[in-house]
């Protein structure tokens, strides 16, 4: 099936610096990927959603100034965790859907960001 | 919009016992439902899907079947491993939304 990589899979940082998440699909263009962020023993909450070459959608109480997504191309897509807070710690996971729109998802391996 | 009900966990069984995860789901139009396993430190895998009434899925032992009239997808595994340990989300797509909408998960620990 369909796969895609998230990078890095760990980072600590310090707090007030910014962090960089990967999201690619390796072997199929994703028009549009998500942004999930998971809280521990809690389900997937989404964040936003990615298009390619378009400003992101955010969801309702996620600032967009914080979390900066940008969706370049149609195999990659970036997270970035502005000036990043020990709040902000927590297990990060995006998704691509391939061309088409069939519904099903393809989830990357999830990024733990932890915050000092 | 969609919405998705799940059993609460966690659920401890015995190596070889039967293993049901309720789930039961809110959506207009045909949706397509779906369960996803997450192992201890690793992103979402899909372990099974079913996209019309009366489909039944099924993957590595675990089985659900999209019932409409009762808008449930029930998971269930007849003799669970130690290897199944593992939060289970259940997750309807379809309808109105474009996004996929999850449960709340379930964590699942397997004794042996």
């Known amino acids: 099936g369909a796969v895609v990589s998230q990078h890095p899979s760990r980072v600590i940082c310090k707090s007030g610096t910014s962090v960089k998440i990967e999201c690619r699909s390796l072997?199929?263009?994703?028009?549009?990927m998500f942004w999930y962020r998971q809280f521990p023993k809690q389900s997937l909450m989404l964040m936003a959603t990615?298009?390619?070459?378009?400003?992101?959608?955010?969801e309702q109480g996620v600032e967009k100034d914080k979390f900066l997504i940008n969706h370049a191309s149609l195999t990659l897509s970036t997270l970035t965790v502005t000036s990043a807070h020990p709040e902000d710690s927590s297990f990060y996971i995006c998704?691509?859907?391939?061309?088409?729109?069939?519904?099903?998802?393809?989830f990357g391996e999830g990024s733990r960001l932890t915050v000092l | 919009g969609n919405s998705v009900t799940q059993m609460e966990g966690p659920v401890t069984l015995s190596e070889e016992a039967f293993l049901t995860i309720n789930c039961t789901y809110t959506a207009t139009g045909y949706p397509s439902l779906f369960w996803y396993v997450q192992y201890p430190g690793e992103g979402l895998q899909l372990l099974l899907k079913?996209?019309?009434?009366?489909d039944k899925g099924s993957n590595k032992g675990f089985e659900a079947t999209y019932r409409k009239e009762t808008t449930s997808f029930h998971l269930e595994k007849g003799s669970v491993q130690v290897s199944d340990s593992a939060v289970y989300f259940c997750?309807?797509?379809?309808?109105?939304?474009?996004?996929?909408?999850f449960g709340s998960g379930t964590q699942l620990t397997v004794l042996p």
């Open positions: 072997d199929f263009q994703a028009t549009t």
């Open positions: 997750a309807v797509h379809g309808g109105s939304a474009r996004q996929l909408t």
């Open positions: 079913a996209t019309k009434a009366d």
């Open positions: 998704s691509a859907r391939e061309w088409g729109d069939t519904g099903e998802l393809f």
């Open positions: 990615s298009n390619e070459g378009s400003k992101a959608t955010y």
